[in-house]
Structures are given as C-alpha cells and as structure tokens.
C-alpha cells in the first residue's frame, strides 16, 4: 500500500499514497474519537478529568512529531517511514479491540467510573 516509492513503482499515481495516508489519519483520528467517548461515558461526572490527559497527551504527540517527521522521512525513506506510520495506527486498532475485552474490568477497578447504566425511560422528563 504504500511501497510506492521504488522504481518498478514510477508508473503509479501518487493517489495511491494518499489514498493509503488518508486512511491511516481516518483510523487515527476514529481511534481518538472512540477513546474520548469511552472516557465520558464511563466516567461522567468526572468526564472533564478523564479527558484532560487525553487532551493533553494529543497536544504533546501533535507538537513532537513535527520536529522528527522530516528527519524521518530523509533518513528513512519514505517506504519505511510510512510503514512505520501504519503500524503504529494498526496497533491503535488493537487498543479497540482491548477496550472490547478488558474495559468492563477496567471500569469496575476504579471508583470514579460508571459499571451499569440503567437506561432511562425514553417517555419521561427526569
């Protein structure tokens, strides 16, 4: 998908790596969105501070990977960096499928967080 910096790759369209990027930044981004609204729901009278470090650990990716990602993309080539980028956004698809298994267990360890939920009566007002 996205080896197509190589000779015997000359003929094919640039598209094909942004096609190929543009799905690692949709993953990535569904994986932050998923994770915040894991933390509110499961935490929601503290759903403020539950999404702080969130915010914060978003900030400081978004900050550093800016300084390295030239160097890396010089140093390594573009076929290996982009690799790089695609495991990393594969192993945030494996964090889902974690939450699926293990955030029930999760949840019930911290005092802070919400176990059940009733559903509310859809017809009344409280």
Same mark, same amino acid.
């Given at each position: 998908?996205? @080896? $197509?910096?190589?000779?015997?790759? @000359? ?9 190929? %990027? ?5 993953? $990535?981004?569904?994986? !932050? *969105? ?6 509110? !729901?499961?935490? $929601? ?10 915010? %914060? ?15 890396? %993309?010089? *140093?390594? *080539?573009?076929?290996?960096? *982009? ?23 999760? @949840?019930? @360890? ?17």
């Amino acid at each position: 998908m996205l @080896r $197509t910096d190589s000779q015997k790759a @000359r003929d094919i369209s640039p598209l094909v790596s942004i096609a190929a %990027f543009t799905l690692i930044g949709a993953c $990535t981004n569904e994986f !932050d *969105g998923i994770l915040q609204g894991y933390l509110t !729901d499961s935490y $929601t009278s503290y759903a403020a501070s539950a999404n702080a470090p969130l915010a %914060f650990l978003r900030g400081i990716l978004s900050a550093v990977f800016p300084m390295f990602g030239e160097q890396m %993309f010089v *140093g390594l *080539g573009s076929n290996v960096s *982009g690799s790089i980028l695609a495991a990393i956004a594969t192993a945030f698809c494996g964090i889902a499928v974690w939450f699926w298994n293990h955030g029930a267990k999760a @949840r019930e @360890r911290s005092k802070y967080a919400v176990s059940e939920v009733e559903p509310a009566d859809e017809w009344s007002l409280a």
